[in-house]
T-cell receptor, first 116, second 113 residues
C-alpha cells in the first residue's frame, strides 16, 4: 500500500506566478488535510477536505489560496499570485475516516515551495 | 485557545535517555501525539496517548501525560544517532469531530557520541 504521495517535491516560482500542489492520499482514504510549515516552525493547519467537499478551511488565507479534492484524482492546493511569504513546506495528510485517536493521519513527504 | 509549546533544542549523548517535554492548552483534547521529522522528510507518527491514560510504553519510547498540568513528555531510552531529528508534539481539540492537529514548534534533538 503506497503512502501519501505529493508532487512536486520541490517547486520554484517567481512572484506573481501560480503554484499548484498535488496530494494523492493513501488507498482507501477519503479525508485529506493540508498543513503549512514555515522555516523553523511547526506545522499549521490550513484546510480539511473530504471527497468533493471542503469541511474546514479556517487555517487557509482567504485570498489567493484555494483547495479541492475532486471525486477522481488528487487533492490540489492552489496558490495564485505567489509572494515571498508563501515560501514554505506544504504537507498533506490523509486518514480513512473522520474522528480522533486511532484514526490517525499519515503524512506525505511535502512540497517545498520557494518563491523568488 | 489552542497552543502547544515545546523547548526548541535538546542535546544528549549516545546511549543516554532523552526526555522531550510539551505543554498544551486545550483540555478537551482527547488524543496527544508525537511525530518525528527527519531533515527534508515528512512527519512520521511515533506514538499517541489517549487522555484517560497516564503512561504508554512502546519499545524504547515512553509517553507520560499529566492531564492536570496539561504536560506531555516523550522519553527515548538508549538514544541513538538515528534518533537525531525534530520531534513534534500535537493535540487534537474536539472540534467538529475530526482530526485537526495543533502542533508545537518542534524540539530539535541532537545525539552526539
Amino acid at each position: 500500500n503506497a503512502g501519501v504521495m505529493q508532487n512536486p517535491r520541490h517547486l520554484v516560482r517567481r512572484r506573481g506566478q501560480e503554484a499548484r500542489l498535488r496530494c494523492s492520499p493513501m488507498k482507501g482514504h477519503s479525508h485529506v488535510y493540508w498543513y503549512r510549515q514555515l522555516p523553523e516552525e511547526g506545522l499549521k493547519f490550513m484546510v480539511y477536505l473530504q471527497k468533493e467537499n471542503i469541511i474546514d478551511e479556517s487555517g487557509m488565507p482567504k485570498e489567493r489560496f484555494s483547495a479541492e479534492f475532486p471525486k477522481e484524482g488528487p487533492s490540489i492546493l492552489r496558490i495564485q499570485q505567489v509572494v515571498r511569504g508563501d515560501s514554505a513546506a506544504y504537507f498533506c495528510a490523509s486518514s480513512p475516516r473522520t474522528g480522533v485517536g486511532t484514526d490517525t493521519q499519515y503524512f506525505g513527504p511535502g512540497t517545498r515551495l520557494t518563491v523568488l | 485557545g489552542e497552543d502547544v509549546e515545546q523547548s526548541l533544542f535538546l542535546s544528549v549523548r549516545e546511549g543516554d535517555s532523552s526526555v522531550i517535554n510539551c505543554t498544551y492548552t486545550d483540555s478537551s483534547s482527547t488524543y496527544l501525539y508525537w511525530y518525528k521529522q527527519e531533515p527534508g522528510a515528512g512527519l512520521q507518527l511515533l506514538t499517541y496517548i489517549f487522555s484517560n491514560m497516564d503512561m504508554k510504553q512502546d519499545q524504547r519510547l515512553t509517553v507520560l501525560l499529566n492531564k492536570k498540568d496539561k504536560h506531555l513528555s516523550l522519553r527515548i531510552a538508549d538514544t541513538q544517532t538515528g534518533d537525531s531529528a525534530i520531534y513534534f508534539c500535537a493535540e487534537t481539540p474536539v472540534s467538529g469531530g475530526y482530526n485537526k492537529l495543533i502542533f508545537g514548534a518542534g524540539t530539535r534533538l541532537a545525539v552526539h557520541p
